[in-house]
């Protein structure tokens, strides 16, 4: 038996943590990646729908 989910429940979060603040939208296109300081990689990225730009810092992969 599932759970009937109610059509107004708000979107879960996306797993990587990133959407737009201003639509909500998950679309956002890598402008460009740059290395930040304590190892860490800064992102600049860009709304596909609204074209609002954010920049963010996370932990460089490896
Ligand atoms: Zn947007």
Same mark, same amino acid.
């Given at each position: 038996?599932?759970?009937?989910?109610?059509?107004?429940?708000?979107?879960?979060?996306?797993?990587?943590?990133?959407?737009?603040?201003?639509?909500?939208? /998950? @679309?956002?296109?890598?402008?460009?990646?740059?290395?930040?300081?304590?190892?860490?990689?800064?992102?600049? /990225?860009?709304?596909?729908?609204?074209?609002?730009?954010?920049?963010?810092? @996370?932990?460089?992969?490896?």
């Amino acid at each position: 038996m599932k759970p009937a989910k109610p059509p107004s429940a708000p979107a879960p979060p996306p797993a990587s943590g990133l959407c737009c603040r201003d639509c909500g939208c /998950r @679309e956002l296109r890598v402008i460009y990646m740059r290395k930040a300081p304590l190892g860490r990689v800064r992102r600049r /990225r860009e709304c596909r729908h609204c074209g609002k730009r954010t920049t963010t810092y @996370e932990s460089e992969e490896r």
